[in-house]
């Protein structure tokens, strides 16, 4: 019997996603396969940029990438005031 790796994958948005995609692609060393930057559509139609990360969920916990995800973002801040290095 071989070990295949626990496929996973999660979708993250927050800002512009090109300065979010850094917090998981930082921390590969424990699990992640992937990330992809695109854009996904919120129900009033609005597009939002997001992260579509792949992981090994044998190796990392979804709770894990939520940490890295909150360490990047500043929550008391708009999308319009710009999160990440967006903000200038």
Do not use: C, H, N
Not at 3 to 29: C, H, K, N, V
Not at 34 to 42: L, N, P, Y
Not at 53 to 67: H, I, P
């Amino acid at each position: 019997a071989t070990d295949a790796p626990a496929e996973a994958s999660a979708l993250f948005t927050a800002g512009d996603a090109r300065f979010l995609q850094p917090a998981f692609d930082d921390i590969r060393y424990l699990g992640v396969r992937s990330t992809v930057v695109g854009f996904v559509r919120a129900a009033d139609g609005a597009e939002l940029p997001a992260v579509l990360v792949s992981y090994d969920s044998a190796k990392l916990t979804y709770k894990r990438l939520l940490g890295a995800f909150w360490r990047g973002i500043d929550p008391t801040r708009s999308a319009a005031q710009g999160q990440f290095g967006s903000a200038g």
